[in-house]
């Protein structure tokens, strides 16, 4: 690639397949974990533990975007600071601003629909088959931040038998696996956007992690197995490795007219 020139023919993400998606829920599950492990577990808080996360999260997406191909223990290493950032910015939102999950919810998805609408009026494409520049990079990561702080805020607004719509964790986790159930069923057998469907999935993947990781580590009396957020963080994480050893990813393709040098057009839709 040439310093110079922004244009890429290559994808630094991942193709995007069976595989994807499951470590995307493992992602997210960890993120959970290891984010209350931080800040709750070891008592930092909120503040601080977001201010770890979202520094190692700078550096790793640095990492990922100066990187000249395709890494996929990078790319889910990054994938994990999001959920982990997101984790705790959004217990700080809801908890300790006191603005609930109501408020964060909602603060979160204006600010999400606004990266995306900023992407599509500035590249004229939201597709990760679009992905072939540094700008475009940019604000693939803005998106997936936004998403995984939202997820993180929904998934406990749908939860939390407290304060929340009370679901509980498991129940939850069914309502947004089911809602996945019905992405993918419109996948296959509508003609709505893929990219549209796509950023969908990648949405109700993070709540559907939290409201997991939330069942494995809270207390039996919120209804939560209260396992040690240490040792199934470190079991999410080995997993996520090992997965990665059995089933190499290959980088997702780039259609030709997405590298050339005029190219503005959209091949997921809109």
Same mark, same amino acid.
């Given at each position: 690639?040439n310093p110079?020139?922004?244009?890429?023919?290559?994808?630094?993400?991942p193709?995007?397949?069976l595989?994807?998606?499951v470590l995307?829920?493992?992602? $997210? /599950?960890?993120?959970e %974990?290891?984010? +209350?492990?931080?800040?709750? *577990?070891?008592n930092? @808080? #909120?503040?601080? !533990? =977001?201010?770890?996360f979202?520094?190692?999260?700078?550096?790793?997406?640095?990492?990922?975007?100066?990187a000249t191909k395709?890494?996929?223990?990078?790319?889910?290493?990054?994938?994990?600071?999001? $959920? /982990?950032?997101g984790? %705790?910015?959004? +217990?700080?939102?809801?908890r *300790?601003?006191?603005? @609930? #999950?109501?408020? !964060? =919810?909602?603060?979160?998805?204006?600010?999400?629909?606004?990266?995306l609408g900023?992407?599509?009026?500035?590249?004229?494409?939201?597709?990760?088959?679009?992905?072939t520049?540094?700008?475009?990079?940019?604000?693939?990561?803005? %998106?997936?931040?936004?998403?995984?702080?939202?997820?993180?805020?929904? @998934?406990d607004?749908?939860?939390?038998?407290?304060?929340?719509?009370?679901?509980?964790?498991?129940?939850?986790?069914?309502v947004?696996?089911?809602?996945?159930?019905?992405?993918?069923?419109?996948?296959?057998?509508?003609a709505?956007?893929?990219?549209?469907?796509?950023?969908?999935a990648?949405?109700?993947?993070?709540?559907l992690?939290?409201?997991?990781?939330?069942?494995?580590?809270k207390?039996?009396?919120?209804?939560?197995?209260?396992?040690?957020r240490?040792?199934?963080?470190?079991?999410?994480?080995?997993?996520?490795?090992?997965e990665?050893?059995?089933?190499?990813?290959?980088?997702?393709?780039?259609?030709a007219?997405?590298?050339?040098?005029?190219?503005?057009?959209?091949?997921?839709?809109?």
């Open positions: 690639m110079t020139d922004p244009k890429m023919d290559f994808s630094k993400v193709e995007v397949t595989l994807f998606w995307k829920i493992i992602a $997210t /599950t960890l993120g %974990t290891a984010g +209350d492990a931080v800040t709750m *577990s070891m930092l @808080g #909120y503040l601080v !533990g =977001t201010a770890i979202a520094t190692i999260f700078v550096l790793a997406v640095t990492a990922q975007i100066r395709f890494h996929p223990y990078l790319f889910w290493f990054v994938i994990v600071a999001t $959920t /982990t950032a984790t %705790t910015m959004a +217990d700080f939102f809801d *300790s601003l006191g603005i @609930g #999950y109501i408020g !964060g =919810t909602s603060i979160l998805f204006v600010l999400l629909l606004a990266c900023l992407w599509y009026w500035s590249l004229g494409s939201v597709s990760v088959n679009q992905l520049s540094r700008k475009a990079e940019v604000f693939y990561w803005a %998106t997936v931040m936004f998403s995984q702080t939202l997820g993180t805020a929904a @998934g607004w749908v939860a939390d038998p407290k304060t929340g719509l009370g679901l509980g964790y498991s129940g939850g986790a069914v947004f696996a089911a809602g996945l159930t019905l992405v993918a069923a419109a996948y296959y057998r509508t709505i956007s893929h990219t549209l469907l796509f950023w969908a990648f949405i109700l993947t993070r709540p992690g939290a409201t997991v990781g939330d069942f494995l580590d207390p039996r009396a919120n209804g939560g197995l209260e396992l040690s240490y040792t199934a963080s470190a079991v999410l994480a080995v997993l996520i490795i090992v990665l050893l059995i089933f190499p990813q290959r980088a997702e393709r780039v259609p007219a997405a590298t050339a040098p005029d190219a503005q057009g959209e091949h997921e839709g809109a």
